[in-house]
Each structure stands twice: as C-alpha cells, then as structure tokens.
C-alpha cells in the first residue's frame, strides 16, 4: 500500500515550457486535491476532485489545469509555466470531500527560470 | 471564504518543556479544524482533527487541541517536548474547500 505518489519528484523549467505532473493513490479515495506549497503562505488549494468524473478550482486555478483519468489518478498541468509557478506541489486524497483526514504524498518541486 | 491564522511564525522551546502552536480561525457554520506536520522534503502528516464532541481533542505522538469556539481557536499543546517533534505545523480549517495557515516553525532544543 503505497499510498499517495507523486511524479517527478524534482523538475526545472523554463518559462513558457508545459509539463504534467502526475498523481496516484491506492486507496481507493474519491475525493483528490492539488496544493502549492510556497513559504510563508502554507499550502493554496489549486483544484480539486470530488469525485471521479469532476474538478472544481480552489484558491489559486489561473495557469494550470487538471484531469481526474479515473478513480486512482489526478494529474495537474502547467500549459505555459511562468517563474510565479516555481513552488512544491504537494497532491492529497480522501474517502470523502468533508471532513475527513488528508492524505498527502511526498511532493514535486518545481523551478521555473 | 474560511481562514486559519497562525500568529507565531516561528516557536523555540527547551526539550521537557510543554509547547504550545497557536491557531485561530474563521468559518461559517460548524468548524472542522485540523493539525498537520511536515518534516523536511515530507508530505504533511496528519497529527488530529475536531469535528465534534469533546473540547479537547487528542492525537498522534502526545499532541492534544484545544478547541474554543468563543475565541475561535485551536491551539496545539504537547505536555512535553522531545527534540524530534521539531518540524513545521499546520492548522486547516474545512469550509467550502480546505485552507491552511501559513504555518509555525517548532525547534526543540537538547
């Protein structure tokens, strides 16, 4: 039981260039979330998913996009990355979209030059 | 929107000392509030939640809140600190959608 994955782990970029980062759980969790992570501003909610099927955008959407592909995965893309998007992106998953415990996974961090 | 607070960017405390992380919020309705910690190049972890009931709730590793809804607050408090719970805290607030504090640095000093 792997929990929540997440890949590349490390990735640099250079401004205007796209890429997709890449979640999974094996939890058989509905709902999955994508944070950034930058300092001093704890964690912004970027998309979620409450469920297989939808996307909602949470605090800070503009730049990116996301696809749920199925129950497992939750996939974020940055179409034309910008040095603001240099940050740790971090994906979490839950049973449900209440109040229930995140689950994170080990994060991607992200250098735009 | 709902938000959290965390007054305190930074705690320092002596090993054997109790701790204490400061979190205030903001949210229409019922408050589902949580701690979570990050170690180093980690994902955040989750420490113990409030939903309902109990005042006081209590978590992993020796971690307890204390939720008090007339100064809108969830402080985290561990009666005695080890040097190995040095690591950064969160607090999160569950609204619309989830959102966390900008979170506290606590070192524990041998």
């Known amino acids: 039981n792997a929990g929540v994955t997440q890949t590349p782990k490390f990735q640099v970029l250079k401004t205007g260039q796209s890429m997709t980062l890449q979640c999974a759980q094996d939890?058989?969790?509905?709902?999955m979330y994508w944070y950034r992570q930058d300092p001093g501003m704890g964690l912004r909610l970027i998309y979620y998913s409450a469920s297989e099927g939808t996307t909602d955008k949470g605090e800070v959407p503009n730049g990116y996009n996301v696809s749920r592909l199925n129950k497992r995965e939750f996939s974020l893309r940055l179409e034309s990355a910008a040095p603001s998007q240099t940050s740790v992106y971090f994906c979490a998953s839950t049973w449900g979209a209440g109040q229930e415990t995140q689950y994170f996974g080990p994060g991607t961090r992200l250098l735009v030059l | 929107a709902q938000s959290v607070a965390q007054p305190e960017d930074q705690v320092n405390v002596a090993e054997g000392n109790p701790l204490t992380v400061k979190c205030t919020y903001s949210?229409?309705?019922?408050?589902?509030l949580f701690w979570y910690v990050q170690y180093p190049n980690r994902g955040l972890q989750f420490l113990l939640k409030y939903i309902t009931g109990d005042n006081l709730v209590k978590g992993s590793y020796g971690f307890e809140a204390e939720f008090n809804k007339s100064q809108t607050s969830f402080h985290l408090k561990k009666p005695s600190a080890l040097v190995s719970d040095s690591a950064l805290y969160f607090c999160?607030?569950?609204?619309?959608?989830?959102?966390f504090g900008a979170g506290t640095r606590l070192t524990v000093k041998p």
């Open positions: 949210v229409s309705g019922n408050p589902y």
């Open positions: 999160a607030v569950r609204g619309n959608d989830m959102r």
């Open positions: 939890m058989n969790h509905n709902s």
